[in-house]
């Protein structure tokens, strides 16, 4: 028998008997023999649970902190600088044990709080509106698309640059397969995406195009040209924000985005193995009734005392299946909670501070890494943040040569880029010294000689 089943050996036989099965092992005769669980040689015997606490602290101990190591990773996941108070704030009890605030009477904590969030992501985007958070950057440029075909729905294909985070791109391809929706992708090698590219596909009818800002190596785009081209042709405009960018560069609002979506990771929230992530999403009046997601909105009561209230919810759950902008269950809560107050924390002044610490450190480490011999930077574009860097060996070695000295150099870009088969992505935030900064250039130095 299972230890962990609460189920007896009658129970078992009992609904075997039911639906007419001799045996557990009956369930499964199309599974092949060999594939079987019981015969697969790597499966070791069920441990204690003392023994298997011990293993796992085994497995813990292999583990590396990161703050023993020099991180200049980037391409949508950041190291950045999280004051103490915004912890010590979101992980008090009553943000903790609450679920979704459907009964806003005894909600109004939470309620209030992702208002304020909303709040704030408008005016960071310069956009009208904004939604409780979805999942991660990914997905909410995945619901960006989806509700652009909705608007348009007589052109059958969108248009993105392959300067989006390619992780970013397969994700709306999934998205927009069961639709029939065409994904048309246009070129970026100078590091930019090309204008010229874009006013060609144009010349058929498309939903929306697709934008990064920055784009993914870190260089800052044309958004206000591209938006009026995709306005011209009758498509909307979707922009892909670092949003800590926003507070340095012109927002998506100051070109026209139709629609504003971001990976708010950056904004307060922590870096852990694939996280932590929540999707930022804004976009103009009149797509209100058609965002993914929660709106939270303020109300009276009877007694004319100030509430807040979920005021739009267009998932299937609270709507007619064909009336529904989205089939999204959730938000994640705790990340948008960190999020506002994180922004709130900062201000608009502190916040272009660390925007302009981070750039300032990129820039002069890139001003530095052109200097090192058999080293450039292929892209002459405006950066922010990151940047790409071409080097003379090859990126695997170089990840590995800094990994045995606690760095971690960059993002191998061969992976998405076979093109960039000699290119890392390399990212410098506010949380680097000019020391760690001299460290790194020293490093590549001793790799290139």
């Not at 939903?207 to 591209?226: D, L, R, Y």
């Not at 504003?260 to 932590?276: F, H, K, N, R, S």
């Not at 979920?310 to 609270?318: A, P, S, V």
């Amino acid at each position: 028998m299972n230890p962990y089943s609460t189920q007896t050996r009658a129970d078992q036989e009992k609904m075997l008997r039911v639906i007419g099965v001799p045996s557990v092992d009956a369930l499964f005769d199309q599974i092949p023999e060999r594939l079987r669980t019981k015969n697969l040689p790597c499966l070791q015997p069920a441990l204690s649970e003392m023994e298997l606490q011990k293993e796992f602290r085994r497995l813990a101990d292999k583990n590396v902190p990161a703050r023993r190591q020099l991180s200049f990773l980037g391409g949508g996941y950041y190291e950045r600088f999280i004051p103490s108070a915004v912890a010590a704030l979101a992980t008090r009890a009553e943000f903790l044990t609450s679920y979704t605030p459907y009964q806003p009477e005894i909600s109004q904590g939470n309620l209030q709080a992702f208002f304020e969030f909303q709040t704030m992501v408008c005016d960071l985007f310069a956009m009208d509106l904004a939604n409780a958070s979805l999942y991660d950057g990914s997905t909410a440029l995945g619901e960006a698309v989806i509700l652009a075909c909705g608007e348009r729905p007589k052109a059958k294909r969108i248009i993105v640059s392959r300067a989006v985070h390619p992780e970013y791109r397969a994700l709306i391809r999934t998205s927009l397969g069961p639709l029939e929706i065409d994904v048309v992708e246009i070129g970026a090698a100078t590091g930019e995406t090309s204008l010229e590219d874009l006013k060609q596909a144009l010349a058929e009818p498309a939903a929306c195009v697709v934008m990064q800002q920055p784009n993914f190596f870190g260089v800052i785009e044309a958004m206000g040209e591209a938006s009026q081209l995709a306005h011209d042709a009758g498509a909307l405009f979707v922009a892909n924000v670092e949003p800590l960018s926003c507070a340095l560069i012109a927002p998506p609002g100051e070109y026209d985005a139709d629609i504003a979506v971001a990976e708010g990771q950056g904004l307060g929230c922590g870096l852990t193995y694939g996280g932590d992530a929540v999707g930022l999403f804004a976009a103009k009046k009149e797509f209100m009734r058609k965002v993914p997601g929660r709106l939270v909105g303020l109300a009276q009561d009877r007694r004319g005392r100030r509430g807040f209230v979920l005021t739009l919810q267009t998932r299937e759950q609270h709507i007619r299946r064909e009336k529904a902008a989205s089939n999204i269950c959730t938000n994640h809560a705790q990340m948008a909670l960190r999020v506002a107050i994180y922004l709130a924390l900062m201000g608009p002044d502190l916040l272009r501070q660390v925007a302009e610490r981070a750039h300032a450190n990129a820039a002069w480490l890139r001003e530095k890494i052109c200097e090192i011999k058999g080293m450039r930077v292929p892209f002459a574009g405006e950066a922010f943040g990151e940047f790409v860097v071409e080097v003379p060996r090859s990126p695997a070695d170089l990840i590995k040569a800094g990994a045995a000295l606690g760095i971690l150099p960059g993002i191998d870009l061969s992976r998405d880029y076979p093109e960039l088969d000699h290119h890392l992505l390399v990212c410098a935030t506010e949380t680097k010294s000019l020391d760690e900064l001299q460290q790194y250039v020293d490093f590549l130095k001793s790799f290139s000689a």
